[in-house]
């Protein structure tokens, strides 16, 4: 179905590993990139600021002190679903998915080096969310942190091997996330930052991706993720697949919960945009 995207097996970032040289295990072969992935986002955070205040001047650091804050992390987070698209494109079509309804078993234990390599990138910038997320809990309370200690155990579970051949399915909701961050953007930003044609279309296509990406594609995953572990039920500790559908359908309910709050502001924007209608 997806032959038109690449296949890639190997890990490129393999030869940058300095120990051990032949490793016994995932973690083993793939630590490196979570450190690098990890260093990665927290060097991104750190240079934004003095960036930010170089490019736009007055009109970053006027924000109040949270809004700064918040700038700086979806300034990551926009890098961090670019990364995580690219990475989609080339593990999307990887041979155990695309055999899986052949072979459900290696659909959740079968590993390649790239396939490796992506879990661990991911769970690096996960390592790196938990912390902010941690760091400024008054900001981003406990939903985001949930979220991504969810989506950290999902991704160091690739490492096992198990979900491996899956990570593209449910990285694929990062599509979202660009006009997520335009959208925050738009809203924090002093006024006419952005045109308000702007807005309006980038909000339209942020609640379309959004819907059919993070939730008919996020139920559908996971209805499809639990018919497959049935298969190989008997080659794993049970508590792993249990604790993965339960936070995956979790993330799944929280993305109904977003996407709820994003039609309410949607309409009350629309209804402040609208012309009071004349009284008698």
Not at 30 to 36: A, T
Not at 85 to 109: A, C, E, G, K, M
Not at 168 to 175: D, G, Q, R, T, V
Request: some cysteine.
């Amino acid at each position: 179905m997806l032959d038109f995207l690449p296949s890639v097996i190997q890990d490129p970032f393999e030869s940058y590993r300095p120990f051990p040289k032949i490793p016994d295990n995932l973690f083993a072969a793939h630590w490196h990139e979570i450190v690098g992935a990890a260093i990665f986002y927290f060097t991104i955070q750190a240079t934004v600021k003095p960036l930010a205040t170089l490019i736009l001047g007055k009109t970053y650091t006027t924000l109040p002190k949270k809004t700064r804050i918040d700038f700086d992390i979806h300034i990551v987070s926009m890098v961090q679903c670019i990364v995580s698209i690219v990475l989609t494109f080339y593990h999307f079509n990887n041979p155990h998915w695309q055999n899986r309804s052949n072979d459900p078993v290696n659909s959740l234990l079968g590993s390649t080096p790239f396939g490796g390599m992506v879990g661990a990138v991911s769970a690096g910038y996960f390592i790196w969310d938990i912390w902010v997320c941690a760091r400024y809990f008054d900001i981003f309370g406990v939903g985001f942190l949930l979220h991504g200690g969810a989506a950290l155990f999902g991704m160091i579970c690739t490492l096992i091997p198990y979900c491996q051949p899956w990570t593209a399915s449910f990285l694929a909701f990062e599509i979202s996330t660009p006009f997520v961050n335009l959208n925050w953007f738009a809203s924090r930003m002093p006024e006419g930052t952005f045109s308000d044609s702007f807005v309006i279309i980038n909000g339209l296509l942020l609640m379309v991706v959004f819907f059919f990406i993070r939730i008919i594609w996020g139920f559908y995953a996971i209805a499809q993720l639990a018919i497959d572990m049935t298969y190989s039920l008997d080659q794993i500790n049970n508590f792993i697949p249990a604790t993965l559908l339960v936070l995956n359908f979790g993330l799944d309910v929280l993305n109904v919960f977003w996407f709820y709050k994003m039609v309410r502001i949607a309409r009350k924007k629309a209804s402040k945009r609208s012309p009071d209608k004349k009284t008698d």
